[in-house]
């Protein structure tokens, strides 16, 4: 205090802490003697002068410590009266900073309790709101007024107020905060809604340690909740449904996945196609429809609510969720369940619904690749909770799920007609026109084995002009077979256009084949026959492993197999060679390839199998179409014990004036001179067309054989149906299609190739390789 005079008559020990003057010592100097600036002192003498009233002043100022150091502090001056007027005043000092942190907390404080979105309460040690935040008021749909003084379960009932005191109790007592503890409830603004929040609670104390209340927020997680008890619900449904591939059973699988987590009872109903194996109908379904109930599971036992049992079929009118969803593929979604429209299309139906107290349903179509199956229908009565989008999404899941599983289950029944179809899809249903060879094809499936077999014929396009003929034969029958089949064909393929020896791909076929016997020991091995033949030089190139020899047929009708190609031994045997055998083929040879099935038979023996199939091939004049119907009805019975291939191929010369070759020096400035050639043999052909990629096919491929190959080079050009184009240099160096960097100045000559060709590929020879490309005569 400063009296009237300007003297201190009154020091706190808050005064002398701050300042550190004792009292005795301080008391009667005057005040402005503790101010630090001459500035200061002037100031306060000129407004005691200027208000002897007084006047409020609130400020910061230095005043002197009693050790000489300066203190920043805030002062509050407010004037004091007496009954004669002014008395003198009183003076309010703090440090600064202190002052100034607390006025930031404060403001920080209020702001966080009226600004803050999440909802926060102080419950006093009774458990009564003591204060609430307006967030709070806004969640609750509750003034504040009404909330103070209050316990949670009178404000909110609908919460798990139990649940929530006995935290409270434990964190006021403990003085450990819980965090993120989920609770449960309706509140009063949404009271047919449940709700969950994420809470956490902890105790407040002042200074000395004294409880001041518990803090509580809260966060609504409803959402987020609902989202991971949904996945949950998907995630356990992925693992009951589709256990089994029965119909019925998968429907009831779906029905008890739901129940209780999406709904207190669900009923299962298929189309009767759907239950029998049968496709149904693309698309949707209309009008009135029959269903056979196929699943029901309640949270009752034994299900009383259901109107129709299991097996029963029910006629569902247009206007029932049922029919609804059948009809336009869609989800139904009925929120607040009308029953009185049911009495229109169901009395029966609208009965149990009003007795049992169902209040929402949703009603979603099973479907699957396209096809309706049926329908599943999700109903509540127990929850109080109607369903909202995200329950018929969830139930979409559901059902999209089961829907897979009751058609793949339907589809079942079906699985042996499949694999049949798929095993003869495994055969060339038409062989590849090509000019080194006419051909026609017969494949007779074993009548025991319901066309499932191992036999198989190809004729495979090489380079060069060349063509492959190939039959082979699995050794069973059924499905087994027809698996390795289908491997060894592929296999064959892929070899094929390594452009391998005949030889070499049979080496490389019995190797496959020991792999497959050791991955399955029901794999007993294969036969196979394969030959090259060259429209060029007429030569055709035979090699076989274990199989019978082909008939060769002389354009003047002479008939001869030929023993002489080693027969070499069955695939799967490993470790032994296959060995080739060369003929010169005149034009118009005839080649039939066969496996055993068509020259054995039970009842005669393999000579006169043989026999027959000599006397049926050299019959003049025939088409080859007609040549196999001759062939069959010769030496196939009507019921065969073993399935058999047919592969008859008339051999074509290429003409000497279709083919042009050229040997070029290795001399980089010889390119020029191969464009030149190239041109110039074209317009010969008539297929100026394709000068411009054929030269710079030439180019790149010679180009590449001098920079990175040796001589001799060569260039060859074949005119078939397409245009061939062949570079040989004497290097076994493999060439590599990449792709150039922007930087690169080389590395774009086979990209070229590539881009401008049909195909291309790399043959070896005992002397080189050689690069070929392929062209159509028509340019793309």
């Known amino acids: 205090m400063v009296d009237s005079k300007g003297d201190i008559s009154l020091w706190s020990p808050q005064a002398e802490t701050l300042l550190g003057y004792p009292a005795e010592e301080i008391c009667g100097t005057p005040a402005v003697d503790l101010l630090t600036s001459p500035e200061g002192r002037t100031a306060a003498h000129v407004a005691r002068e200027e208000h002897p009233a007084g006047q409020d002043w609130d400020g910061v100022l230095g005043l002197k410590h009693r050790d000489g150091h300066e203190v920043q502090v805030a002062l ?136 001041l209340g518990i803090c509580q927020t809260f966060v609504d997680v409803t959402d987020g909740y609902l989202a991971q008890r949904r996945l949950a619900l998907l995630t356990e449904a992925g693992e009951r449904i589709a256990t089994t591939l029965d119909v019925v059973r998968t429907a009831q699988e779906l029905a008890d996945a739901a129940v209780p987590g999406l709904a207190d009872i669900v009923v299962v109903d ?99 690749r396209g096809i309706t199956l049926g329908a599943a229908v999700f109903s509540r009565y127990r929850d109080p909770q109607p369903y909202d989008e995200g329950d018929l999404a969830l139930a979409e899941d559901f059902c999209s799920r089961a829907a897979v599983c009751v058609d793949n289950a339907r589809r079942y029944t079906r699985e042996h007609i499949t694999a049949l179809t798929l095993q003869r899809s495994l055969l060339p249903h038409d062989l590849p026109d090509h000019p080194a060879v006419e051909t026609a094809h017969r494949y007779l499936p074993a009548a ?96 076989r492993a274990g ?48 496996t055993d099935g068509l020259i054995e038979a039970p009842d005669r023996d393999v000579d006169i199998g043989l026999d027959r199939l000599a006397h049926t091939v050299a019959a003049p004049a025939r088409s080859l179409e007609q040549l196999c119907e001759a062939v069959v ?19 074509h010369v290429l003409e000497a004036n279709r083919v042009a070759s050229w040997e070029l020096p290795v001399d980089p400035t010889l390119v020029a001179q191969a464009r030149t050639l190239t041109e110039a043999q074209l317009a010969d052909w008539n297929l100026e067309p394709l000068a411009f990629t054929t030269e710079l096919i030439v180019s790149e491929l010679v180009t590449n054989a001098i920079r990175h190959a040796r001589g001799p080079i060569a260039l ?64 793309a």
């Open 76 to 211: 509050r001056v407010r004037p004091l009266l007496g009954r004669e007027g002014r008395a003198g005043w009183s003076v309010s000092a703090a440090d600064a900073r202190q002052a100034e942190q607390e006025e930031v907390d404060r403001a920080i404080l209020q702001a966080l309790f009226s600004q803050s979105p999440i909802p926060i309460t102080v419950m006093d040690s009774e458990l009564r709101h003591r204060w609430v935040n307006a967030a709070t008021e806004r969640a609750a749909a509750v003034p504040a007024e009404r909330l103070l003084g209050r316990r949670i379960g009178e404000v909110a009932p609908g919460l798990d107020v139990q649940t929530v005191e006995e935290v409270l109790r434990q964190v006021r007592d403990t003085g450990e905060p819980v965090l993120d503890f989920q609770v449960r409830g309706r509140p009063p603004s949404e009271p047919d809604r449940e709700h969950v929040w994420s809470t956490s609670f902890f105790r407040l104390t002042d200074s000395a340690g004294r409880l």
């Open 270 to 368: 298929l189309l009767e196609a759907t239950v029998r194996g049968e496709e149904p109908d693309p698309g949707p379904v209309g009008g009135q429809v029959l269903l056979r109930r196929s699943g029901i599971s309640s949270v009752q036992e034994g299900a009383p609510e259901a109107v129709y049992a299991v097996g029963a079929t029910g006629a569902f009118h247009p206007g029932t969720p049922q029919a609804r969803c059948l009809a336009t593929g869609r989800p139904v979604l009925v929120r607040r369940l009308d029953v009185e429209e049911w009495f229109a299309f169901d009395p029966r139906a609208a009965e149990k619904i009003r007795e049992v107290g169902i209040h929402s349903l949703m009603a979603v179509p099973l479907r699957a």
């Open 547 to 594: 199989h019978p020899p082909p008939a060769l047929v002389q354009p003047d009708g002479m008939v001869e197999f030929l023993h002489e190609i080693p027969p070499g031994p069955p695939l799967g045997l490993g470790g032994l060679p296959f060995e080739t055998a060369e003929r010169q083929l005149p034009e118009g040879t005839l080649l039939a390839l066969y």
């Open 716 to 779: 060859r050009l074949i005119h078939t149906a397409s245009l061939i184009c062949e570079v040989s240099d004497g290097s076994l160096s493999a060439p590599h299609l990449r792709l150039a960097r922007n930087s690169d100045e080389g590395g774009r000559g086979l990209f070229l190739v590539a881009q401008l060709s049909t195909r291309w590929g790399t043959r070896y020879t005992t002397d080189g390789k050689t690069i070929w490309a392929e062209q159509a005569l028509t340019p």
């Open 633 to 651: 009805a010769s030496l196939a019975p009507e019921r065969r014990s073993d399935d058999a291939a047919l592969l008859l191929a008339r051999t």
């Open 448 to 543: 025991a084995h319901a066309g499932a077999g191992g036999d198989w014929f190809d004729v495979l396009p090489l380079s060069g002009a060349r063509v492959a003929l190939v039959v082979g034969d699995v050794v069973g029958h059924g499905l087994h077979a027809a698996a390795v089949m289908g491997r060894l064909r592929t296999a064959v393929h892929t070899l094929a256009d390594l452009d391998l020896d005949p030889d070499e791909i049979l080496t490389r076929l019995d190797d496959l084949v020991v792999r497959l016997a050791e991955e399955d020991s029901d794999c007993q091995g294969a036969t196979c026959l394969c030959a090259v033949y060259d429209p060029i030089s007429r030569r055709c190139t035979f090699a």
